[in-house]
């Protein structure tokens, strides 16, 4: 069965890891999703999310949520509730889910996905996400640090090892013209 429900699937996983992880502001978020939509690409060659990511000086940034979180469209401010929590000598946003978490427009190896990034980082700080995507060699370092593309789009194919992007892309591809099919 085909789920294609990007929208809806971002605003659950968004749910799900606020719910499943401690001290979950926007860095921690926007790398849980990181982490989310390019294992899964790894995977499937495809993300789960839609969301792209380009390589901030603190790690990849879904900038488009970014900007949203800014001033949160409808469909977020009927999700979640947004608050600052004073931190140190600072402040970080705080999501309040509204709404239950549902699971139905995820597949299995989604639901595996998210479950098992929530159990990894649970108790993870900000800081810790940061290093954990500056890893050398993953696709931030590969474009933020090798080829000094600051503030540039992380291409999804960076999760794919050379030797299985061929493979990887070709069954994405094959998928996408399946859906063409389909509408």
């Known amino acids: 069965m085909l789920i294609l429900h990007e929208r809806d699937k971002l605003i659950q996983a968004i749910n799900f890891f606020v719910r499943n992880t401690r001290k979950c502001g926007k860095v921690k978020l926007y790398k849980l999703l990181y982490f989310l939509d390019f294992e899964h690409f790894k995977q499937t060659g495809r993300s789960?999310?839609?969301?792209?990511?380009?390589?901030?000086?603190?790690?990849?940034?879904?900038?488009?949520?970014?900007?949203?979180?800014?001033?949160?469209?409808?469909?977020?401010?009927?999700?979640?509730?947004?608050?600052?929590?004073?931190?140190g000598d600072g402040w970080m946003l705080k999501i309040t889910p509204k709404l239950d978490f549902l699971d139905s427009d995820f597949?299995?190896?989604?639901?595996?996905?998210?479950?098992?990034?929530?159990?990894e980082y649970r108790d993870t700080d900000a800081e810790s996400m940061i290093e954990a995507t500056h890893l050398?060699?993953?696709?931030?370092?590969?474009?933020?640090?090798?080829?000094?593309?600051?503030?540039?789009?992380?291409?999804?194919?960076?999760?794919?090892?050379?030797?299985?992007?061929?493979?990887?892309?070709?069954?994405a591809r094959d998928r996408e013209e399946l859906l063409e099919k389909l509408r």
Not at 49 to 56: D, E, I, K
Not at 62 to 76: A, C, G, I, K, Q
Not at 107 to 119: D, G, P, Q, V, Y
């Open 48 to 87: 789960v999310t839609g969301l792209r990511y380009n390589a901030w000086p603190k790690g990849p940034v879904p900038v488009s949520l970014h900007n949203e979180l800014e001033r949160p469209t409808d469909d977020l401010q009927k999700a979640f509730d947004f608050g600052a929590l004073a931190v």
């Open 107 to 119: 597949t299995s190896r989604e639901i595996t996905l998210l479950k098992n990034l929530a159990a």
């Open 136 to 171: 050398e060699n993953l696709p931030w370092d590969q474009i933020y640090v090798k080829q000094g593309k600051k503030q540039q789009e992380i291409p999804y194919e960076l999760a794919v090892r050379p030797d299985e992007a061929g493979a990887v892309l070709r069954v």
